[in-house]
Protein backbone atom coordinates (compact mmCIF):
# COMPACT_ATOMS: atom_id res chain seq x y z
CA UNK A 1 0.00 0.00 0.00
CA UNK A 2 1.28 3.43 -0.83
CA UNK A 3 1.25 6.55 0.49
CA UNK A 4 -0.83 9.24 -0.10
CA UNK A 5 1.82 11.73 -0.37
CA UNK A 6 3.27 9.53 -2.65
CA UNK A 7 -0.26 8.34 -4.72
CA UNK A 8 -0.56 12.80 -5.13
CA UNK A 9 2.41 13.23 -5.98
CA UNK A 10 2.16 10.34 -8.88
CA UNK A 11 -0.53 12.53 -9.87
CA UNK A 12 0.87 15.69 -10.18
CA UNK A 13 3.45 14.37 -12.53
CA UNK A 14 1.90 12.60 -14.87
CA UNK A 15 -1.18 15.43 -14.92
CA UNK A 16 2.12 17.97 -15.73
CA UNK A 17 3.96 15.19 -18.23
CA UNK A 18 0.74 15.11 -20.16
CA UNK A 19 -0.32 18.47 -20.16
CA UNK A 20 2.66 19.94 -20.73
CA UNK A 21 3.69 17.86 -23.66
CA UNK A 22 0.92 18.34 -25.19
CA UNK A 23 1.09 22.11 -24.46
CA UNK A 24 4.91 21.79 -26.25
CA UNK A 25 3.53 20.57 -29.81
CA UNK A 26 1.11 22.63 -29.63
CA UNK A 27 1.82 25.96 -28.62
CA UNK A 28 2.72 28.82 -31.87
CA UNK A 29 5.59 30.55 -29.98
CA UNK A 30 8.85 28.60 -30.11
CA UNK A 31 10.24 29.94 -26.47
CA UNK A 32 7.12 28.85 -24.90
CA UNK A 33 7.11 25.76 -26.30
CA UNK A 34 11.11 25.42 -25.35
CA UNK A 35 9.58 26.42 -21.72
CA UNK A 36 7.19 23.21 -21.83
CA UNK A 37 9.56 21.19 -22.67
CA UNK A 38 11.65 22.55 -19.54
CA UNK A 39 8.60 21.46 -17.08
CA UNK A 40 8.38 18.10 -18.58
CA UNK A 41 12.45 17.64 -17.91
CA UNK A 42 11.37 18.52 -14.67
CA UNK A 43 8.38 15.99 -14.57
CA UNK A 44 10.41 13.19 -16.03
CA UNK A 45 13.10 13.71 -13.46
CA UNK A 46 10.23 13.75 -10.59
CA UNK A 47 9.85 10.39 -12.20
CA UNK A 48 13.11 8.93 -11.46
CA UNK A 49 12.83 10.27 -7.67
CA UNK A 50 9.98 8.78 -7.31
CA UNK A 51 11.14 5.53 -8.57
CA UNK A 52 14.20 5.39 -6.74
CA UNK A 53 16.71 6.30 -8.91
CA UNK A 54 18.37 9.37 -7.21
CA UNK A 55 21.43 9.86 -9.36
CA UNK A 56 19.45 9.58 -12.81
CA UNK A 57 16.89 11.73 -11.59
CA UNK A 58 20.38 14.66 -10.57
CA UNK A 59 21.84 13.26 -13.93
CA UNK A 60 18.26 14.64 -15.79
CA UNK A 61 18.19 17.99 -13.88
CA UNK A 62 21.91 18.76 -14.91
CA UNK A 63 22.19 17.76 -18.21
CA UNK A 64 18.46 18.09 -19.65
CA UNK A 65 17.22 21.21 -17.79
CA UNK A 66 20.63 22.59 -17.11
CA UNK A 67 22.27 22.03 -20.13
CA UNK A 68 20.19 21.59 -23.14
CA UNK A 69 17.44 23.94 -22.51
CA UNK A 70 20.06 26.79 -22.30
CA UNK A 71 21.36 25.79 -25.73
CA UNK A 72 17.65 25.68 -27.04
CA UNK A 73 16.91 28.84 -25.32
CA UNK A 74 19.76 30.92 -27.21
CA UNK A 75 19.49 29.36 -30.44
CA UNK A 76 16.02 30.00 -30.25
CA UNK A 77 16.78 33.30 -29.44
CA UNK A 78 19.66 33.84 -31.76
CA UNK A 79 17.49 32.16 -35.13
CA UNK A 80 13.75 33.90 -33.77
CA UNK A 81 12.22 37.15 -33.12
CA UNK A 82 10.53 37.01 -29.92
CA UNK A 83 7.39 37.69 -30.29
CA UNK A 84 7.19 35.98 -33.66
CA UNK A 85 4.81 32.87 -33.95
CA UNK A 86 4.67 30.46 -36.02
CA UNK A 87 1.99 30.37 -38.97
CA UNK A 88 -1.29 28.17 -38.71
CA UNK A 89 -1.20 24.18 -39.68
CA UNK A 90 -2.92 23.44 -43.08
CA UNK A 91 -5.64 21.00 -42.26
CA UNK A 92 -3.86 18.59 -43.88
CA UNK A 93 -0.80 18.91 -41.99
CA UNK A 94 -2.65 18.50 -39.05
CA UNK A 95 -4.68 15.67 -40.18
CA UNK A 96 -1.55 13.61 -41.36
CA UNK A 97 0.53 14.44 -37.69
CA UNK A 98 -2.72 13.87 -35.92
CA UNK A 99 -3.21 10.29 -37.89
CA UNK A 100 0.14 8.95 -37.22
CA UNK A 101 0.50 9.69 -33.27
CA UNK A 102 -3.29 8.36 -32.84
CA UNK A 103 -2.06 5.03 -34.86
CA UNK A 104 0.94 4.44 -32.99
CA UNK A 105 -0.35 5.35 -29.55
CA UNK A 106 -3.59 2.73 -30.67
CA UNK A 107 -0.84 0.13 -31.49
CA UNK A 108 1.69 0.69 -28.39
CA UNK A 109 -1.51 0.98 -25.82
CA UNK A 110 -3.31 -2.16 -27.24
CA UNK A 111 0.36 -3.83 -26.92
CA UNK A 112 -0.01 -2.65 -23.08
CA UNK A 113 -3.41 -3.44 -22.68
CA UNK A 114 -3.05 -7.02 -23.70
CA UNK A 115 -0.45 -7.40 -20.87
CA UNK A 116 -2.47 -6.88 -18.40
CA UNK A 117 -0.93 -9.55 -15.73
CA UNK A 118 2.55 -8.26 -16.05
CA UNK A 119 1.47 -4.56 -16.30
CA UNK A 120 -0.21 -4.75 -12.83
CA UNK A 121 2.83 -5.54 -11.14
CA UNK A 122 3.83 -3.48 -8.10
CA UNK A 123 7.08 -2.01 -7.17
CA UNK A 124 9.14 -4.21 -5.01
CA UNK A 125 10.92 -2.58 -2.18
CA UNK A 126 14.05 -4.32 -2.34
CA UNK A 127 15.92 -1.40 -4.67
CA UNK A 128 19.90 -1.17 -3.55
CA UNK A 129 21.24 1.55 -6.08
CA UNK A 130 24.00 3.61 -3.74
CA UNK A 131 26.28 5.94 -5.75
CA UNK A 132 29.16 3.26 -4.79
CA UNK A 133 27.46 0.38 -6.66
CA UNK A 134 26.58 2.90 -9.68
CA UNK A 135 30.41 3.84 -9.59
CA UNK A 136 32.22 0.62 -9.17
CA UNK A 137 29.75 -1.12 -12.17
CA UNK A 138 30.46 2.24 -14.79
CA UNK A 139 34.22 1.72 -14.08
CA UNK A 140 34.74 -2.43 -13.89
CA UNK A 141 35.33 -4.68 -16.75
CA UNK A 142 33.49 -7.37 -15.16
CA UNK A 143 30.11 -9.00 -16.40
CA UNK A 144 27.96 -6.15 -15.32
CA UNK A 145 30.91 -3.70 -16.12
CA UNK A 146 30.09 -0.49 -18.21
CA UNK A 147 33.98 0.53 -18.92
CA UNK A 148 33.58 0.38 -22.40
CA UNK A 149 30.61 2.49 -23.22
CA UNK A 150 31.80 4.94 -20.69
CA UNK A 151 35.09 5.71 -22.61
CA UNK A 152 33.24 5.10 -25.91
CA UNK A 153 31.25 7.97 -25.21
CA UNK A 154 34.03 9.97 -23.92
CA UNK A 155 35.15 9.61 -27.55
CA UNK A 156 31.97 10.40 -28.84
CA UNK A 157 32.05 13.54 -26.71
CA UNK A 158 35.46 14.58 -28.03
CA UNK A 159 34.43 13.92 -31.40
CA UNK A 160 31.09 16.43 -30.91
CA UNK A 161 33.35 18.84 -29.40
CA UNK A 162 35.45 19.38 -32.27
CA UNK A 163 32.54 18.86 -34.62
CA UNK A 164 30.58 21.54 -32.75
CA UNK A 165 33.20 24.11 -33.00
CA UNK A 166 34.24 22.78 -36.90
CA UNK A 167 30.75 23.56 -37.75
CA UNK A 168 30.21 26.55 -36.29
CA UNK A 169 32.92 28.27 -36.54
CA UNK A 170 32.77 31.39 -38.71
CA UNK A 171 34.26 31.25 -42.00
CA UNK B 1 -4.57 2.21 -4.41
CA UNK B 2 -1.16 1.00 -5.34
CA UNK B 3 1.28 2.63 -8.26
CA UNK B 4 0.89 -0.03 -11.03
CA UNK B 5 3.61 -0.39 -13.81
CA UNK B 6 1.08 0.68 -16.39
CA UNK B 7 0.57 3.98 -14.76
CA UNK B 8 4.04 5.43 -15.50
CA UNK B 9 4.19 3.87 -19.06
CA UNK B 10 1.00 5.71 -20.00
CA UNK B 11 1.75 9.24 -19.43
CA UNK B 12 5.28 8.21 -21.06
CA UNK B 13 3.59 7.05 -24.19
CA UNK B 14 1.57 9.94 -24.52
CA UNK B 15 4.50 11.80 -24.24
CA UNK B 16 6.12 9.78 -27.43
CA UNK B 17 2.88 10.43 -29.76
CA UNK B 18 3.02 14.49 -28.67
CA UNK B 19 6.24 14.13 -30.30
CA UNK B 20 5.43 11.98 -33.01
CA UNK B 21 2.75 14.76 -33.77
CA UNK B 22 4.82 17.52 -33.03
CA UNK B 23 7.84 15.97 -35.66
CA UNK B 24 5.35 15.60 -38.40
CA UNK B 25 3.17 18.88 -38.04
CA UNK B 26 6.49 21.54 -37.21
CA UNK B 27 8.08 23.80 -39.57
CA UNK B 28 10.77 25.25 -37.63
CA UNK B 29 14.04 23.21 -37.37
CA UNK B 30 14.20 24.05 -33.38
CA UNK B 31 10.78 23.09 -32.56
CA UNK B 32 11.92 19.68 -34.63
CA UNK B 33 14.67 18.96 -32.31
CA UNK B 34 12.10 19.49 -29.46
CA UNK B 35 9.94 17.23 -30.79
CA UNK B 36 12.91 14.73 -30.80
CA UNK B 37 14.14 15.60 -26.87
CA UNK B 38 10.18 14.40 -25.80
CA UNK B 39 10.53 10.95 -27.98
CA UNK B 40 14.25 10.71 -26.31
CA UNK B 41 12.87 11.20 -22.85
CA UNK B 42 9.79 9.44 -23.12
CA UNK B 43 12.04 6.33 -24.06
CA UNK B 44 14.28 7.04 -21.54
CA UNK B 45 11.14 6.67 -19.20
CA UNK B 46 10.50 3.72 -20.30
CA UNK B 47 14.21 2.07 -19.96
CA UNK B 48 13.64 3.13 -15.79
CA UNK B 49 10.85 1.74 -15.43
CA UNK B 50 11.09 -1.54 -16.78
CA UNK B 51 14.10 -2.20 -14.82
CA UNK B 52 12.74 -0.65 -12.13
CA UNK B 53 9.34 -2.95 -11.75
CA UNK B 54 10.98 -5.89 -13.79
CA UNK B 55 14.23 -6.25 -12.45
CA UNK B 56 15.10 -3.93 -9.70
CA UNK B 57 18.22 -5.99 -8.25
CA UNK B 58 19.79 -4.99 -11.98
CA UNK B 59 20.82 -1.67 -13.06
CA UNK B 60 20.86 -2.42 -17.14
CA UNK B 61 18.31 0.08 -17.32
CA UNK B 62 19.55 2.78 -15.88
CA UNK B 63 22.98 2.57 -16.98
CA UNK B 64 21.24 2.74 -20.27
CA UNK B 65 19.45 5.85 -19.68
CA UNK B 66 22.56 7.27 -18.43
CA UNK B 67 24.14 6.65 -21.47
CA UNK B 68 20.94 7.69 -23.61
CA UNK B 69 20.91 11.10 -21.99
CA UNK B 70 24.64 11.56 -22.84
CA UNK B 71 24.36 10.65 -26.31
CA UNK B 72 21.30 13.08 -26.59
CA UNK B 73 23.05 15.91 -25.07
CA UNK B 74 25.82 15.64 -27.98
CA UNK B 75 23.06 14.58 -30.26
CA UNK B 76 21.49 18.30 -29.43
CA UNK B 77 24.64 20.59 -29.44
CA UNK B 78 25.78 19.53 -32.89
CA UNK B 79 22.25 19.69 -34.32
CA UNK B 80 21.72 23.48 -32.94
CA UNK B 81 25.48 23.90 -34.09
CA UNK B 82 23.79 22.85 -37.29
CA UNK B 83 21.04 24.98 -37.41
CA UNK B 84 22.89 28.06 -36.91
CA UNK B 85 24.87 27.72 -39.17
CA UNK B 86 22.47 27.21 -41.72
CA UNK B 87 20.28 30.32 -40.28
CA UNK B 88 24.10 31.84 -40.81
CA UNK B 89 23.82 30.84 -44.86
CA UNK B 90 20.35 31.28 -45.85
CA UNK B 91 18.86 33.06 -42.90
CA UNK B 92 16.10 31.30 -42.31
CA UNK B 93 15.06 27.91 -40.03
CA UNK B 94 11.61 26.88 -42.13
CA UNK B 95 12.07 23.66 -43.39
CA UNK B 96 9.66 24.60 -46.82
CA UNK B 97 12.17 26.86 -47.55
CA UNK B 98 15.47 24.77 -46.88
CA UNK B 99 15.62 22.80 -50.09
CA UNK B 100 18.94 23.47 -51.43
CA UNK B 101 21.90 21.38 -49.74
CA UNK B 102 24.65 23.48 -50.76
CA UNK B 103 25.36 27.05 -50.02
Known sequence: ?171 | MEITMMMYLIPSLIMFGCGVYGFITRKNMIAILISLELMLNSVDINFTVFNRFLFPGQMEGMFFTLFAIGIAAAETALAIAIVINVFRAVNKVDIRELTKMKF
Request: charged content about 10%.
Open chain 1, 1 to 171: MESVGNIVMYFIIAIAIIVFSVLTVTSRKILRSATYLLFVLFATAGIYFQIGYEFLGAVQIAVYAGGIMVLFVFSILLTSRPGNSAERLTAHKKWLGLTAAIAGVGVCGYSLLSYGELMARNMSVNLNVDIQRIGEALLSTDKWGYLLPFEAISILLLACIIGGVVIARKR
